[in-house]
């Protein structure tokens, strides 16, 4: 019976569970916490390799786009689980990946925010109120589904220190001044737990390349700037090839302050974002055979590399 059910929606302490459960049933994977939000949630990571090779793939940075989550899990179980009977996932070995590859993965950036958007914050808990509070600054934006921001009304991927007075030069012209359910990037880069963690670790794993999850639009973005970050191109299309997604410009209001754009910044390594899906966030879950079907390639590519 599978550990990671993709016939419900998730949330942080479902995430909890799975990452607890497939550490329990595959003692070679490994997890710890990279912080608490300020609503004490944890944001666990789960690790599968030991190859010298280093990659990060987060999902969730989005509070309603929490499809993505379930898409790492699901890699992260499969992955054990064909290390365990010596078969192979996508087109490669998985065990000889394993020993080749180490996979680092941060299945829910945001599971303050998460929780908000599946419900498991309700109405009458104070943690409810108070981002409804927030959201009446903007009524245009359904609530709670239009939400993507952390609990404190922060975009955490509008938090990363690579151009980031562009992005708030941006979202500021666009109405996004203040706290609320999308696209207030704060009040200064990595001032919010979750995206300073991030950062921290991905500071001290030092990866070869980062996959960032998000939804939707079938879409991979590869650039940030005019940086040319040797091989990035390459491997981008032949994740676009093998997934039938489309290797695209990064739209000019959505180009900064992303995690994606500080990693390729910082590292001048390849980062990728990945649009999952196709429709209004949050995605049903009956997309999801879809976008994981379509994202395993991206993935063992990504851990692969060129």
């Given at each position: 019976m599978a550990i990671v059910r993709t016939d419900m929606p998730i949330t942080s302490a479902e995430n909890e569970r799975v990452i607890g459960a497939l550490v329990q049933a595959y003692p070679f994977m490994r997890t710890e916490v990279l912080a608490n939000t300020v609503y004490q949630r944890p944001i666990p990571t789960l690790v599968i390799g030991?190859?010298?090779?280093?990659?990060?793939?987060?999902?969730?940075?989005?509070?309603?786009?929490?499809?993505?989550?379930?898409?790492?899990?699901?890699?992260?179980?499969?992955?054990?689980?064909?290390?365990?009977?010596?078969?192979?996932?996508y087109n490669q070995d998985a065990r000889d990946l394993a020993e080749r590859v180490t996979v680092y993965l941060v299945p829910m950036v945001d599971p303050d925010g998460v929780d908000l958007v599946v419900g498991a914050i309700g109405e009458g808990d104070i943690q409810y109120d108070l981002?409804?509070?927030?959201?009446?600054?903007?009524?245009?934006?359904?609530?709670?589904?239009?939400?993507?921001?952390?609990?404190?009304?922060?975009?955490?991927?509008?938090?990363?220190?690579?151009?980031?007075?562009?992005?708030?030069?941006?979202?500021?012209?666009?109405?996004?001044?203040?706290?609320?359910?999308?696209?207030?990037?704060?009040?200064?880069?990595?001032?919010?737990?979750?995206?300073?963690?991030?950062?921290?670790?991905?500071?001290?794993?030092?990866?070869?390349?980062?996959?960032?999850?998000?939804?939707?639009?079938?879409?991979?973005?590869?650039?940030?700037?005019?940086?040319?970050?040797?091989?990035?191109?390459?491997?981008?299309?032949?994740?676009?090839?093998?997934?039938?997604?489309?290797?695209?410009?990064?739209?000019?209001?959505?180009?900064?302050?992303?995690?994606?754009?500080?990693?390729?910044?910082e590292f001048r390594r390849p980062g990728y974002t990945i649009e999952v899906g196709q429709g209004v966030n949050p995605l049903p879950l009956s997309q999801f055979d879809e976008i994981y079907r379509d994202n395993l390639p991206i993935l063992v590519l990504g851990a692969e590399g060129l």
């Open positions: 030991n190859g010298s090779r280093k990659v990060i793939f987060s999902a969730a940075h989005h509070a309603n786009e929490w499809i993505t989550s379930l898409v790492l899990l699901r890699f992260a179980e499969e992955f054990a689980q064909k290390i365990v009977s010596g078969g192979r996932i981002a409804k509070r927030l959201a009446e600054n903007y009524p245009g934006i359904p609530f709670p589904d239009g939400w993507k921001a952390n609990l404190l009304g922060v975009d955490l991927n509008l938090q990363y220190p690579a151009l980031w007075l562009q992005a708030r030069e941006i979202k500021f012209a666009q109405g996004y001044i203040q706290p609320g359910p999308r696209d207030y990037v704060g009040r200064a880069p990595l001032n919010q737990v979750e995206s300073r963690a991030l950062a921290e670790y991905t500071r001290y794993i030092d990866p070869d390349l980062i996959l960032a999850y998000h939804s939707q639009g079938k879409e991979i973005y590869w650039q940030f700037q005019d940086i040319q970050v040797p091989g990035a191109e390459a491997l981008g299309r032949k994740m676009a090839d093998a997934s039938g997604y489309t290797l695209a410009d990064v739209p000019y209001a959505s180009g900064f302050a992303g995690y994606k754009d500080w990693f390729i910044q």
